[in-house]
């Protein structure tokens, strides 16, 4: 399985979405069209299937990040976790992220929220209440813009100035929340 996955990822960004045909995956990866069949019901399975343990990952080393450092200067290491959990060429990323969206419906997102906050729960001590809807914000924030970034690509935004700019976005509300919760007593 992992073969497939990688020969899709190299094929993609060799050649666009019109490089990626099962046939071309299943010999990139060594292995019968059956064989990649057995695994994975065609293209988009297996988009999706590649979407989903990169973002699986990056959710995953996020929550590590969280645990270890519950502090505000994390917020790089996160934003570039983010930043860099679909690699590849824009192209790449978009097609990625298309095959999320299309497997979910956005209830994608919301999956790995909850997932996320899952696997943080009573094993971060972040010193601040996070209610629903500040927890929302600080999951969908970074992820919104660099899916924003990802499609409006014409814009040739430079990711180390984006990387700076969402950093301070994310520093800056969680200073805010913290400040609240200070004057809240």
């Known amino acids: 399985m992992d073969a497939i996955l990688e020969a899709a990822f190299q094929l993609l960004e060799a050649g666009g979405g019109e490089a990626l045909t099962t046939n071309h995956i299943a010999r990139r990866a060594g292995v019968s069209v059956g064989t990649l069949y057995q695994y994975f019901g065609g293209k988009q399975a297996i988009l999706t299937a590649l979407a989903q343990r990169r973002a699986e990952a990056a959710r995953d080393r996020v929550a590590e990040l969280v645990i270890a450092r519950p502090e505000i200067g994390v917020m790089r290491a996160i934003v570039r976790t983010l930043a860099t959990a679909f690699e590849g060429s824009p192209a790449t990323r978009r097609?990625?992220?298309?095959?999320?969206?299309?497997?979910?419906?956005?209830?994608?997102?919301?999956?790995?929220?909850?997932?996320?906050?899952?696997?943080?729960?009573?094993?971060?001590?972040?010193?601040?209440?996070?209610?629903?809807?500040?927890?929302?914000?600080?999951?969908?924030?970074?992820?919104?813009?660099?899916?924003?970034?990802?499609?409006?690509?014409?814009?040739?935004?430079?990711?180390?100035?984006?990387?700076?700019?969402?950093?301070?976005?994310?520093?800056?509300?969680?200073?805010?929340?913290?400040?609240?919760?200070?004057?809240?007593?």
């Open 95 to 185: 097609a990625l992220l298309d095959a999320l969206r299309l497997e979910g419906d956005d209830q994608v997102v919301m999956r790995h929220h909850l997932a996320f906050f899952e696997t943080i729960a009573g094993k971060a001590s972040l010193g601040l209440s996070l209610t629903p809807e500040a927890g929302f914000v600080l999951t969908h924030a970074v992820v919104g813009l660099l899916r924003a970034a990802t499609v409006e690509s014409e814009l040739a935004l430079d990711p180390s100035r984006l990387e700076d700019e969402l950093t301070r976005l994310m520093e800056a509300y969680v200073s805010a929340l913290l400040a609240q919760r200070r004057a809240d007593g």
